[in-house]
């Protein structure tokens, strides 16, 4: 008998199943490259977005992170959770999401503190503002305010420095930590006007304007949101206003310039940021819509009452703006002898 078994002419059994394997791996392959397109087309975000903040709640940093979480959250259709992680002068919570996965899912509300004054006086912080994080926008400008006690013997900024002068190194001052960018702020103020002063560093701004109010602190430069009731109730009182022109919470205070300390201005900024590596199409993505927010009528006149410029700038703009605040506020410590302790 001849061979009954039936082939395809031209076609051999071993050949056949190894085109059927092939044609089972392109199948496979093509169905990941369809799932692996769709993960990637899905809108941004899927989930809750964890943004960190690097003080402790209550203060001015988390007055901004949580007016734009409330705005973001609702363009966004996703929660916005505020992660406050205070310490290090901003940079404990600036290294969680240094080292957090570039997705778009863990994003940081960094400051002057955190991003230029703690890199350039803090041995122990190793990072770069610019070659760690992923700049997305500058949210807002904050005013630092001279304020002192309300019995301090001095009501203007001459007879502050002529205080200061008289009992050099004997009046305190109090900022937010080591190397803040309030006791940056304070030591340029000093260096300026030529006067010395005690630093008292604390964990936070809460804690230091209670010492303020009960009069164990006589002085402080801050941002206005968490002092201005006790400004306006008569516990504390402004003595210079940082920016160069007068702010709309509180029009009476003057500026430096205008109450006899020429050319000086004292002005911190809060902006978004993400870590390195950052797909250049979602840092546009997730600026765009935090512009949008910053632009809404609601969260705009939250941060003018508060005394806050909102900026809004793009993510070049941002890149820009930081890279010219850390040149120049390395150039002005190494000018005054500046050093964290």
């Known amino acids: 008998m001849g061979d009954t078994t039936h082939r395809t002419k031209g076609m051999h059994p071993t050949r056949t199943t190894a085109c059927v394997r092939t044609t089972r791996a392109l199948t496979l392959a093509a169905a990941a490259l369809l799932m692996a397109t769709a993960a990637q087309a899905q809108p941004f975000p899927s989930r809750a977005v964890r943004l960190v903040h690097t003080f402790p709640a209550g203060g001015p940093v988390d007055f901004v992170t949580r007016g734009a979480a409330d705005e973001l959250s609702k363009l966004w259709g996703q929660p916005v959770i505020v992660d406050p992680r205070p310490g290090g002068g901003g940079s404990i919570g600036s290294d969680i999401v240094r080292v957090s ?124 949101p968490t002092v201005l009731p006790y400004v306006k109730s008569g516990k504390l009182k402004v003595i210079a206003n940082g920016s160069t022109k007068r702010s709309v919470a509180l029009p009476d205070a003057p500026t430096y310039g205008e109450a006899g300390l020429p050319g000086f201005e004292s002005v911190t900024w809060y902006g978004l940021f993400g870590p390195a590596r950052l797909p250049a199409a979602l840092v546009q993505d997730i600026s765009a819509t935090a512009r949008k927010a910053l632009a809404s009528p609601p969260l705009l006149a939250r941060y003018s009452e508060a005394g806050l410029e909102t900026i809004a700038s793009t993510p070049e703009q941002f890149r820009k703006f930081i890279d010219q605040e850390y040149e120049r506020w390395a150039r002005l410590i190494r000018q005054a002898g500046i050093t964290a302790q």
């Open 101 to 224: 996965p570039p997705d778009g899912y863990t994003l940081l509300t960094g400051t002057h503190s955190g991003m230029v004054a703690a890199p350039l006086l803090i041995s122990s912080v190793r990072y770069h503002p610019l070659k760690d994080f992923t700049p997305i926008t500058q949210m807002v400008n904050s005013p630092f305010f001279l304020v002192a006690h309300a019995q301090l013997p001095a009501n203007n900024l001459k007879e502050v420095i002529a205080l200061m002068k008289a009992q050099p190194g004997k009046l305190n001052y109090g900022s937010v930590g080591q190397g803040s960018s309030t006791h940056l702020a304070f030591e340029m103020f000093a260096f300026t006007a030529g006067v010395q002063a005690l630093h008292v560093p604390y964990k936070g701004t809460t804690p230091m304007v209670v010492d303020l109010l009960s009069g164990t602190l006589q002085l402080t430069i801050t941002s206005i």
